[in-house]
C-alpha cells in the first residue's frame, strides 16, 4: 500500500504591515503620472517624439525599411515593434503608424503607405494585414547616425535588447510635424510648421544664440498645416502665442467665387482646415441649410476627387459671397481654433511650457551633442584603424618572417608582438588576415590610408576642441536640410497663408443668418408685442387680454432691429426675428428686455440706420439723438435720457426737418429752429418749454417750408403754412401761444 506523504508545513504568516491609504493611493498615483508623462503623452523637445512613435522607427530601421527599399506588410512591423518594444497593444501601435504615413495629418509624413491608409473624409485604413509601408526620407534624417554612438541607448521592457532615449533627430520634427497629447494635469497641442522657415529661425539663433521668440518670427510667421488653410489672426497674438508657448490660431479654409454662366456663381472650397473630417464638415453644412439656419445658402455638395472641393451655391445672385462665407465660418467648422501649448519633456526629462525660442535651441543643443558624440565615434574608428595599419605596415616589411612564426611557432601571437613590438589587436589583426590578402599588401596603398586617417584624426580633434567650429558644422547640416526641404520644393513650399479677417459688420452677419421676410409688429397699450406675417394693414380682427388695446403697430423685416424706449430713459433693442408670432396675443417686453421694475413702455419704433429721434422727458427738457448710439447688444439696454425721478421719458419722434413744434398740457404751442436742440447721444437735455402748470403733451419735427400738419379725432388733416405760423413761432424754452383752431382737444399731432 502506498505511502501518504504529508504535505509541506505553511509558512508563518507575515505579519501585516499598515499604510496610510492616502499615502498609498498619492505614490501609486504619481507613479502612474509620471508614466504616462514621461513614457506616452509628452514629445521629448529633441526629436519631437513620443516613445511609441520612436519605437516604430526604429523598429523600421532595424528592419532595413530604408527610403527607396522594398515595402514590408504593417503586420510585421507592429508584431516587431510590440514584441521588441512597445507591449501596449497591436492597435495603438498601428494607428500611431498610419498617423506617420497619412499627409493630411503629417506636414513631413515619416512613413510612406502603400495601401488604405485613411483618407479626410475621417474613412478608417485597412487592417495592417492588407498595408505596407518603409521609411522616408524625412525619417532617414531622424535616424541619422543612430548606429555611430549618437544617443544614448536604454533596455527595453523585458530586458532583452536596447532601445534608443532619444533620435539623433537632422530634421526639426517638433515644430514641422507637431504634436498632440493628453497627460495626467498637463496637455500638448504643437501645430505643425514650414521646415524650411524652422531651418532658417535655427541658423539665425545660431548666430545670435539670445534672439528671443519675437525676432524668430521674421522667419516663422506662424504654422504651415498640411491641409493648407488662412490664418486670420494679428500679428500681435501669433506673437504673444510664440513668447508665451500658450494661445490659439483662427484656421478658415480656402474658397474662390467661381462663375456658373448666365450671370450666376459659386463658392468652391479648395482647403478645409487642419484636424476637419470633410464628411462630417459636409454633414454639418447641410444640417445648417436644411434648418434654415443659413437663408443665403441654397446647396451645399462634395466635388472632391483627389482634391478637396466642396461647392456652396448662394441663394441668389445678388448674396454678396464675403458676407455669405462669413456667416458658414460662424457656424460650421470651415473656420476653427487650433491651440498652442508647448508643453514638452526638455532634455527629454522635465515637461515645461516652452517658447519658439527655447524649442529651437533645445534642437540644436541637441545636434550639437549629436554631432560631439558622432565625431567621438569616429574618432575611435580611427585611432583603432591608425593601430592597425602601423602593425599591416610592420607585417609588409617583414612578410617573410611574418609568415614563418606563422606557419612554425606554437604560440605565433606572442611570438609577433615580442619580435616586432606589436599591440594585441595588432597581432589579432595579422593573425585573423588571410595569407592571400597579406601577399597583395601595397606599401604605398596602406601608408596613403595612414595619411588621410592621421589628417581626417586632426579635423575631428580640432573640431572637438573648438566650440565656434561645432555650430559652424551644424549650421552646415542645417543648410542641407533647408536645401533638400526649401520653399521652392513640392513638400516644401508653404501651404498656409495668412490673412486679415474682412471688415464685416454683426449687423451684416445676422441679417445672413435670418431668411428677410416682411411682418407687422403690433405692440399693446400694456406692452404686449408680437410680428405678424407680411405686411398687415387692417388689424381690426387682432384680439387682445382683458382690456387691453392697439397702442402702435408699424411695418418691418424679421432681418429689423425693434428699439423701446422706457419711462426710465433707457433703450432697449429687440430682434424682429425673436418676436412672438401673431397667431396669439404676443408677450409682455419685460420678458425680452430687462425693464426695470415700475418703468413703463413710452415707444416702440424700428430701428433705421442715419435717423435722428428728438427725445424729451417731463421735466420739459429734452436733446437729438441718433438711433445708432440707441443700439444695445445686451437685455440690460442703454441709457440715453437721464432723467431724475419722479420725472420720466414721455416722447421721442423723428427728427426729420429743420423746425419743431411742441404743446403742452396746459394747451399752448410753440415753434422754433431745431438748430436750437443740441444733438447728443446720451444726457439730460435742454428746457423745450416754459410751463407753469403741467408738462409736454406732444412734440413734431417739420420742414417749414411744408407747413405744420396735424389730425383731428375724424381723420382729417390741417396744415398751417409757414406765413401763417409767425404767432408760434418763438425760441426754445419759451411759453407759446394757444393753438389755431381746429387744433385736436388732446393736444397731440396725431
Not at 30 to 47: E, K
Request: a neutral charge; aromatic letters at 6%.
Amino acid at each position: 500500500m502506498a505511502k501518504t506523504i504529508a504535505p509541506p508545513p505553511a509558512p508563518p504568516a507575515a505579519e501585516p504591515e499598515p499604510v496610510n491609504l492616502r499615502d498609498a493611493l498619492e505614490e501609486r498615483y504619481l507613479a502612474y503620472a509620471l508614466s504616462t508623462i514621461m513614457g506616452r503623452a509628452l514629445p521629448d523637445a529633441r526629436d519631437g517624439l513620443k516613445p511609441v512613435h520612436r519605437r516604430i522607427l526604429y523598429g523600421m530601421h532595424i528592419l532595413k525599411l530604408d527610403p527607396g527599399t522594398a515595402f514590408k506588410k504593417c503586420a510585421k512591423i507592429v508584431g516587431d515593434v510590440m514584441g521588441s518594444f512597445h507591449p501596449h497593444g497591436d492597435q495603438a501601435i498601428y494607428d500611431a503608424l498610419v498617423r506617420l504615413a497619412q499627409d493630411f495629418a503629417s506636414r513631413y509624413p515619416l512613413i510612406e503607405g502603400q495601401g488604405n491608409f485613411g483618407n479626410i473624409d475621417g474613412d478608417n485604413p485597412a487592417a495592417y494585414r492588407y498595408t505596407e509601408a518603409r521609411l522616408t526620407d524625412v525619417a532617414r534624417l531622424l535616424l541619422e547616425g543612430i548606429n555611430e554612438d549618437a544617443i544614448d541607448f536604454r533596455d527595453n521592457y523585458s530586458g532583452e535588447t536596447k532601445e534608443p532615449v532619444v533620435l539623433p533627430a537632422a530634421f526639426p520634427n517638433l515644430l514641422a510635424n507637431g504634436s498632440q497629447g493628453i497627460a495626467v494635469g498637463m496637455a500638448t497641442a504643437i501645430p505643425p510648421h514650414n521646415a524650411a522657415e524652422l531651418c532658417d529661425a535655427a541658423l539665425h539663433l545660431i548666430a545670435h544664440p539670445k534672439a528671443a521668440s519675437d525676432t524668430l518670427m521674421q522667419f516663422v510667421p506662424g504654422p504651415d498645416f498640411p491641409t493648407g488653410g488662412i490664418i486670420v489672426d494679428a500679428k500681435e497674438a501669433i506673437g504673444e502665442t510664440y513668447r508665451t508657448g500658450r494661445g490659439a490660431f483662427r484656421l478658415r479654409a480656402r474658397w474662390r467665387q467661381e462663375d456658373a454662366g448666365r450671370g450666376t456663381w459659386v463658392v468652391v472650397v479648395t482647403e478645409i482646415p487642419y484636424g476637419v473630417q470633410k464628411s462630417k464638415l459636409i454633414e454639418r453644412l447641410s444640417e445648417v441649410v436644411n434648418e434654415r439656419k443659413l437663408p443665403l445658402v441654397a446647396d451645399v455638395r462634395d466635388e472632391s476627387a483627389e482634391d478637396v472641393r466642396v461647392v456652396i451655391e448662394p441663394r441668389s445672385r445678388t448674396v454678396d459671397p464675403a458676407v455669405m462665407m462669413e456667416s458658414l465660418f460662424r457656424l460650421s467648422e470651415l473656420e476653427t481654433r487650433v491651440s498652442m501649448n508647448m508643453n514638452v519633456l526638455v532634455d527629454g526629462v522635465v515637461p515645461r511650457v516652452v517658447s519658439l525660442a527655447e524649442a529651437l535651441q533645445q534642437w540644436l543643443d541637441h545636434r550639437r551633442a549629436v554631432l560631439q558624440r558622432r565625431s567621438r565615434h569616429r574618432l575611435g574608428e580611427i585611432e583603432h584603424r591608425l593601430e592597425v595599419l602601423s602593425g599591416m605596415i610592420v607585417a609588409f616589411l617583414n612578410l617573410d618572417e611574418v609568415i614563418r612564426i606563422i606557419r612554425e611557432e606554437d604560440e605565433p601571437k606572442e611570438v609577433l608582438k615580442t619580435t616586432f613590438s606589436l599591440s594585441e589587436v595588432q597581432a589579432n589583426y595579422i593573425l585573423d588576415t588571410r595569407l592571400r590578402s597579406l601577399r597583395k599588401l601595397e606599401e604605398m596603398e596602406l601608408r596613403r590610408e595612414l595619411e588621410e586617417l592621421t589628417t581626417e584624426k586632426g579635423g575631428i580633434e580640432k573640431l572637438l576642441g573648438d566650440p565656434a567650429a561645432q555650430w559652424k558644422t551644424v549650421a552646415w547640416q542645417i543648410r542641407e536640410v533647408r536645401k533638400k526641404y526649401g520653399p521652392t520644393t513640392p513638400l516644401g513650399r508653404r501651404r498656409t497663408s495668412f490673412e486679415d479677417a474682412p471688415e464685416t459688420a454683426d449687423s451684416d452677419l445676422a441679417e445672413a443668418m435670418i431668411e428677410r421676410e416682411p411682418i407687422t409688429v403690433v405692440v399693446s397699450a400694456k406692452g404686449w408685442i408680437r410680428a405678424l406675417k407680411g405686411h398687415v394693414a387692417d388689424l381690426s380682427s387682432l384680439t387682445y387680454k382683458g382690456d387691453d388695446a392697439l397702442k402702435v403697430s408699424f411695418f418691418a423685416e424679421t432681418t429689423s432691429k425693434i428699439l423701446v424706449l422706457a419711462s426710465n430713459g433707457k433703450v432697449f433693442t429687440l430682434d424682429a426675428a425673436r418676436l412672438p408670432g401673431g397667431r396669439g396675443t404676443g408677450e409682455p417686453i419685460r420678458l425680452m428686455a430687462d425693464v426695470d421694475e415700475g418703468a413703463d413702455v413710452v415707444a416702440v419704433f424700428p430701428y433705421k440706420p442715419g435717423v435722428k429721434m428728438l427725445i424729451a422727458g417731463s421735466d420739459h427738457r429734452g436733446f437729438v439723438v441718433p438711433q445708432d448710439e440707441m443700439l444695445s447688444a445686451t437685455r440690460k439696454g442703454k441709457g440715453v435720457l437721464n432723467i431724475d425721478p419722479p420725472g420720466k421719458a414721455v416722447l421721442i419722434v423723428p427728427a426729420a426737418g429743420d423746425h419743431v413744434a411742441i404743446v403742452g398740457e396746459n394747451r399752448k404751442l410753440l415753434v422754433f429752429p431745431l438748430v436750437q436742440v443740441p444733438e447728443l447721444a446720451r444726457g439730460k437735455g435742454v428746457r423745450l418749454q416754459k410751463y407753469r402748470d403741467g408738462g409736454i403733451s406732444d412734440a413734431k419735427v417739420f420742414p417749414l417750408q411744408a407747413g405744420l400738419t396735424w389730425k383731428d379725432s375724424a381723420g382729417r388733416t390741417f396744415t398751417l403754412l409757414a406765413a401763417e405760423m409767425r404767432d408760434w413761432m418763438g425760441n426754445r424754452a419759451e411759453t407759446g401761444r394757444l393753438p389755431p383752431k381746429g387744433f385736436p382737444k388732446n393736444n397731440k399731432f396725431g
